[in-house]
């Protein structure tokens, strides 16, 4: 269970330390890292933002889901926060840069890269370089901010991308099992991975939910899949980077810091729509009841 708790006032010697860590997704899907983190570093307190009245980003322009993405980022950096992570696949693809630079010295995180090595780990052991799928919305195949990422560490690796579009509405709808989700995923899988593709079969030794909205749909996509494709969630590989990141810098909460918080942390939510919804699905992605009332609404 999730403990909501304020955050509490830092005295001046561990301040930077005390500051929360802000994540941001364009929905709701980015709880998913959030939950990463809170199991990784149990002791930090975490900010999430999502700005679930401009989803999705997935299908919008570069240009926009730039825009947007330092809007989004500018609001948790009003709140004083001590690293950011850029809980979407979308943004991190078309705006990482860009919010890198925009708030520098604050460090900032994206998701893609911890994917693509997770993925690289997969397929470390394959002579032909490996086969690997990425799952993920429009955008983020076709920035191929993966194939990028992937063949930086692996360059014989064979990358295939599917847009699978209709994954965040379903997943922030709470269809991830039975019949609609199966079928769904076997549209956009089976031509790809399916016997239907004849001569041009991809079989993949991994697939990577691209979309922090995807991990709840691992088992339809597993059904379409069978079981040798090993899926990867780059939240928990997120939440491994980020640990590091803040280990390098120093700014990992200490015991006996001033107002440590509960061994449990502190996690508050910000919402650009309809809190009362977010509570509800965002419970689906936390695994946990999440209150209307913990949830504020914020415009950007």
């Known amino acids: 269970m999730f403990q909501i708790i304020e955050f509490p006032v830092m005295t001046a010697d561990a301040e930077v330390r005390g500051l929360p860590i802000g994540i941001f997704d364009s929905g709701i899907g980015g709880l ?51 690293l950011l992570v850029v809980a979407c696949n979308t943004a991190t693809a078309a705006a990482l840069p860009d919010l890198q630079k925009a708030f520098a010295p604050l460090p900032v995180i994206g998701v893609v890269e911890p994917g693509a090595r997770a993925a690289c780990t997969v397929v470390s052991g394959k002579k032909h370089g490996g086969n690997i799928l990425i799952l993920g919305t429009e955008s983020t195949v076709n920035s191929r901010a993966y194939d990028k990422a992937i063949h930086a560490l692996r360059p014989d690796a064979e990358v295939r991308g599917v847009a699978c579009t209709l994954f965040v509405p379903m997943a922030e709808e709470g269809w991830l099992t039975g019949p609609i989700a199966e079928l769904t995923a076997a549209r956009y899988l089976a031509p790809v991975i399916g016997e239907e593709a004849g001569h041009n079969r991809f079989r993949p030794d991994c697939i990577v939910l691209g979309c922090t909205h995807f991990p709840p749909l691992a088992g339809a996509v597993a059904s379409v899949a069978g079981p040798e494709p090993v899926i990867i969630d780059s939240a928990e590989t997120t939440a491994e980077a980020v640990e590091q990141e803040l280990t390098r810098l120093n700014l990992l909460r200490q015991t006996g810091d001033s107002n440590d918080p509960p061994a449990s942390g502190c996690l508050r939510f910000l919402t650009t729509d309809a809190p009362e919804r977010f509570a509800r699905v965002g419970g689906i992605f936390l695994n946990a009841p999440l209150n209307p009332e913990n949830v504020e609404l914020v415009s950007l």
């Open 32 to 82: 998913t890292v959030l939950s990463a983190v809170h199991r990784r570093l149990a002791r930090e307190c975490c900010l999430y933002l999502g700005d679930t009245a401009r989803l999705p980003y997935g299908t919008k322009s570069r240009g926009t889901v730039v825009r947007y993405a330092l809007q989004a980022a500018e609001k948790l950096v009003e709140r004083r926060i001590k």
